[in-house]
């Protein structure tokens, strides 16, 4: 086995084609129950280790996934490298919907979720560097990966991380745009701080699923969400395969 990395699946992304299940495994942590079942997999000589963000049956919205036991379910596994599949609307033109990016900076809006590892019984606070929130080692790989792979990936941009469940406004999304943001989704935050507190790399694989508020006449229903979801997912399995490929 050459790499051991860790895939956390968002909406769409359950599984994907060429990965070997050897088991599943239900973990307990000291803040909670996972998502989900982690699965071990291989794949081309990688193992691989995958966890349902949403739980198996996608039934956990944003605000109420336990962040903290999946990250802490994944460092127990000795996992060193993470790469994060989420689904997110487009503010940057550019960014059309389907289209895969592996963003570079993120902002964060969410609010009252737990989103620190440290928090009691500590020597002595530690505030980790947190400039570049993504690992460029593995965002680096992700673009080779893509250029494999034959997908047009856009390389950089700011993951602007909302509360949810519900969509934006187009004022909301206006106020993204303004910030520098180009992307939108529910999930980035605070997964991205707790990988790097317990100084596992991570990097966002994200799939546009949607124009964002305010970005296209149509309106964003969970039909066009789900259309675009399936077509995008198909080009997330191809970037992972060819991502493992190289490990
Ligand atoms: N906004 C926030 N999160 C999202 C969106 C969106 O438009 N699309 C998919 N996840």
Redesign the pocket.
């Given at each position: 086995m050459s790499a051991k990395i860790a895939i956390i699946g968002g909406t769409g992304l359950k599984s994907f084609p060429g990965l070997k299940i050897i088991k599943q495994e239900v973990m307990r942590t000291p803040y909670g129950t996972p998502s989900g079942p982690i699965s071990h997999g291989e794949y081309a000589d990688c193992e691989v280790i995958f966890i349902p963000r949403h739980g198996s049956a996608h039934t956990i919205p944003p605000h109420m996934i336990n962040y903290r036991a999946n990250l802490w379910a994944l460092r127990e596994k000795n996992i060193k490298s993470i790469v994060a599949v989420a689904?997110?609307?487009s503010i940057h033109a550019d960014i059309y919907p389907t289209r895969l990016v592996i963003p570079k900076q993120i902002i964060d809006y969410t609010y009252d979720r737990p989103h620190t590892f440290f928090e009691q019984d500590l020597q002595q606070v530690k505030h980790i560097d947190f400039s570049r929130p993504y690992d460029e080692t593995l965002r680096q790989h992700l673009l080779a990966a893509s250029i494999n792979m034959d997908l047009d990936c856009y390389d950089g941009g700011c993951y602007a991380a909302?509360q949810?469940p519900r969509?934006?406004t187009t004022a909301e999304i206006d106020r993204l745009e303004r910030d520098g943001c180009d992307i939108?989704?529910?999930t980035g935050m605070p997964e991205a701080a707790l990988a790097r507190e317990l100084e596992m790399a991570y990097a966002h694989c994200a799939m546009s699923?949607?124009w964002?508020?305010g970005r296209s006449q149509e309106e964003?229903t969970m039909e066009l969400?789900t259309q675009c979801t399936q077509i995008a997912t198909k080009k997330v399995q191809a970037l992972i395969s060819g991502l493992l490929q190289v490990s």
């Open positions: 689904a997110v609307g909302t949810g969509l934006e939108v989704g529910m699923v949607n964002a508020a964003i969400i």
